[in-house]
């Protein structure tokens, strides 16, 4: 990336609940970078998975971010009005024979080996065509080459498509596309320079980047922050029941996020006001001093 570039940076949260701990260090942390960089800082709500949505939750993290000082530029972008730049990228994919339709269900596919994280590694049935009376039921990508990239706080990345990704779906089974062909439309056409997001998508990435080129997009540079835990070592969900964070005292919690991300803000910041925070923070931040792990445990209080 030409270090004089502008910057402009994004938090993207998915609205599946309110906030909590973990999504407030990663805003904290993509939105003191970008302001490091006197850059900009967009706001992405990635509500394109509908059945995750959960009622209220937009609203909730809106109001949460204000409240919490964050100030965004310009409007807030939103996956579910965006059907239209990801069918013309589908289209773009499909022109260039990059795509194949895919009748596999998931349980034809329970055998098969694990891809890196976890998910079950496609076994390439219908990449040469669909077998005779198959009906499609996705869009995968054809993995192929090795994607390799400089992680500002995890460090050199390598991954090789076929044998760690395999073949990955954009466009799923329930009519919708997949996260990995909307953020990297999205974060084209917000026109992202950097990425700062938690480390639980680090694994996304190289698929991202070959996605970028696959579509001949720009390759914004990575940072991915350490995701914060439970007491069980469970990245905090929904689904691990995170506390949301409004109950708490606002500057306590952006101290304590700012801790969490290696700062060492003075103890005194905890009682002291939003803005005092921001302006030891503005001041301070440095991702050199962010810890390289991929998680790392929420305070006592915030999980
Ligand atoms: N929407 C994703 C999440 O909330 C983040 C996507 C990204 O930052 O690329 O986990």
């Not at 530029?73 to 773009?92: I, K, P, T």
């Not at 639980?200 to 922050?225: C, E, F, K, N």
């Not at 301070?284 to 991929?294: A, D, F, N």
Request: with cysteine; net charge neutral; aromatic share 6%.
């Amino acid at each position: 990336m030409n270090a004089l570039a502008p910057y402009s940076g994004r938090f993207a949260p998915s609205p599946s609940g309110p906030l909590h701990f973990g999504s407030l260090a990663t805003a904290l942390g993509s939105a003191l970078e970008a302001r490091h960089h006197r850059g900009s800082w967009l706001l992405r709500i990635e509500d394109i998975d509908i059945p995750r949505i959960a009622p209220g939750a937009v609203d909730a993290i809106l109001a949460t971010l204000e409240r919490y000082g964050f100030e965004w530029d310009g409007e807030v972008m939103r996956q579910s009005c965006r059907a239209d730049a990801y069918a013309a990228a589908l289209a773009r994919l499909k022109a260039g024979s990059h795509v194949f339709p895919c009748a596999c269900t998931r349980r034809e596919m329970a055998d098969s080996a694990l891809a890196r994280d976890g998910s079950r590694r496609y076994p390439g049935s219908c990449r040469d065509g669909l077998p005779a009376g198959r009906t499609p039921r996705t869009w995968r990508v054809k993995a192929e080459g090795t994607i390799c990239f400089d992680d500002a706080i995890q460090g050199p990345q390598e991954e090789d498509l076929a044998r760690d990704a395999g073949d990955y779906v954009i466009f799923r089974a329930d009519g919708q596309f997949a996260y990995q062909l909307a953020v990297v439309v999205d974060d084209a056409a917000q026109g992202i320079t950097h990425i700062v997001r938690g480390a639980d998508l680090l694994g996304s990435t190289a698929r991202q980047i070959h996605l970028q080129h696959l579509l001949g997009l720009p390759v914004p540079a990575y940072a991915h922050l350490p995701v914060a835990s439970n007491a069980a070592g469970e990245k905090l969900s929904k689904q691990t029941l995170a506390r949301a964070i409004d109950d708490a005292p606002p500057a306590r919690t952006l101290a304590a996020a700012l801790a969490f991300l290696g700062q060492r803000p003075p103890a005194a910041l905890a009682g002291a006001s939003i803005a005092e925070v921001w302006a030891w923070a503005l001041a301070h931040w440095r991702i050199e001093r962010v810890p390289r792990r991929l998680q790392g445990p929420a305070p006592n209080s915030a999980a």
